[in-house]
């Protein structure tokens, strides 16, 4: 099952900066070899479900053995069955206005 | 690893009534022996990583096979290192005032 | 516009115990007679799209005000234009099985 | 108070495709002069607090005028007192590892 998800991953007990944990999670995606693309609020990923959500926890794994105590995470996932659809396709379904 | 999850799963191309997709996804959790509650707008679970992240999957492809073509969902996911926590433990932590 | 919320507060750069600030979100939302019923992972609200939204501004002045100086917050606001829900409606509409 | 804010409109009750929809809510941004960015699952916006949210209620508005009888819709928000920070800013703190 192919998923488009959102993730956004919150280090708290760490203080107000939490980029380089953030860039820690860019290089767990990186490893995986999945797509994604980094946003202002989060990071859109594409892949298959167990591959996603495998990296997703290993973001959580990493981010504590960097120190966090506590993590609270935002992910939203998009399944669909009557097409294929890509990250790009999603953004061009909206920018093409070609409905 | 231990999580507490606040899952919201949305069926689309369904019409606007998905209470019996919601009923099913409680359904899932049940048969995993997952702890949850429902609220009004997505349901607490409690459990290790692998069994609540098998579940949502679940929910994703029961809700595919009842006829959904489209969903997506929103998941909160919590995790710490410093102390075992439950969903009643973070209740509490509000309404006893006991900080 | 009647909306119901679901609205989760996470104070940054605070140390992991977070639950004075939300207690104090419990006061606002209080104080604005708003509807609302805590979870485990957040709080759900009912009211006007106006009156919800002032209350939630007003939680991020409070717990500002309270020395977090970072807030990020998650929110879900449902509408509907069909017919008039409560929260109440929504368990309802799960639990009952009335589809 | 400034925020950045990420937001995701979701119709239900019309069918899988609600790319119009969201470019419906993208003119609502643009006519409220607010600077946002489209990714693939959902916006980021950036300004002051009442005119962020007076947009989002135009979009709630404008999708049920446009026929969707239900709408979900995910929202983040972030406010910070320490310090101003852009979209840009938020980027640039994870990918130019500069902690």
Redesign the interface.
Known sequence: ?KV???L?V?P??V??????Y??EC?KVLQEAGLKH??????T?I?GE??DV?AA??RC??RV?EMGA??????????????REQS??D??D???K???
């Open positions: 099952m488009i998800v959102d956004c919150v708290m007990g203080g107000v900066s939490v980029g380089k953030v860039a860019q693309q980094l946003h202002a609020y989060g859109n594409e479900w167990d959500f997703v926890k959580h794994e504590h105590p506590r993590i609270t995470t935002s992910i939203k996932v998009g399944t669909r069955t009557d990250m790009q999603k953004i379904s909206v920018t206005k070609d409905f």
